[in-house]
């Protein structure tokens, strides 16, 4: 079975300043999907970025952008110029297609980001 | 284009009664998954669905639980004789096909065993 480990429960950055989230994963799988999701106080679950694993490439959504090593089964969120809107818990999600056909996301217990003013 | 409605968004049920938690996926979208969110945890799977069939429901406990998605109307994740364990946030996710592995979620319905 697949896990997701988010190893910050909490963490705080300064308006405007850059913060990196930490994830990793465990899978025996060579093709998967890896992603972002936000949750704010309203609770709706919001995609930030997705990754391919087969994509070397790290993934960019304007502020948002992802270092995916592969090798180290690790997968971080940086977000650049923190806006007070991106306060929120923040969900790290390993895709793969099942023998039964669906795909199942696998959710880390979250980071909850505090953007200071 | 709506996104993908829950409803209710809350529900209070004592212990012992049934709870009732329905899915309109997005327009043309004929998959629904459902997660539940515990308290300080992340979204667990529970059951995937297409239109009159359950794909996998390799997530959801044993008993009390049933999910169904008719050919007509949404999709319905039924709680029987609820425990205050079951209180929980419930969210429906939709994808257009089997093949894509996006997945677009509702709001959630909270529900709440007094």
């Known amino acids: 079975a697949q896990t997701v480990t988010q190893s910050q429960p909490e963490m705080s950055v300064q308006e405007a300043e850059t913060v990196t989230l930490s994830c990793t994963y465990d899978t025996s799988e060579n093709n998967y999907y890896l992603f972002w999701y936000k949750q704010p106080p309203s609770r709706q679950m919001i995609l930030v970025i997705r990754?391919?694993?087969?994509?070397?490439q790290n993934a960019t959504e304007n502020r948002f952008s992802v270092n995916f090593q592969k090798a180290a089964k690790s997968f971080s969120l940086k977000i650049s110029d923190s806006q007070l809107g991106d306060t929120a818990m923040y969900f790290c999600?390993?895709?793969?297609?099942?023998?039964?056909?669906?795909?199942?996301?696998?959710f880390g217990k979250g980071t909850k980001l505090s953007v200071i003013p | 284009n709506a996104g993908v409605m829950q409803n209710p968004r809350h529900l209070v049920r004592r212990r012992g009664q049934e709870a009732r938690l329905r899915c309109s996926p997005m327009k043309g979208h004929s998959h629904v998954y459902w997660y539940r969110q515990l308290p300080e945890e992340g979204l667990k799977f529970m059951v995937y669905l297409q239109k009159e069939n359950i794909i996998d429901e390799s997530g959801m406990p044993k008993e009390r639980f049933s999910a169904e998605f008719p050919k007509e109307g949404p999709s319905i994740l039924r709680i029987q004789q609820v425990v205050r364990g079951d209180s929980a946030a419930y969210f429906c996710?939709?994808?257009?096909?089997?093949?894509?592995?996006?997945?677009?979620f509702g709001p959630g319905t909270r529900l709440t065993v007094t």
């Open positions: 999600a390993f895709m793969k297609q099942t023998g039964a056909g669906s795909y199942q996301l696998t």
């Open positions: 996710a939709s994808s257009p096909d089997r093949n894509y592995y996006e997945q677009y």
């Open positions: 990754q391919e694993a087969y994509k070397q």
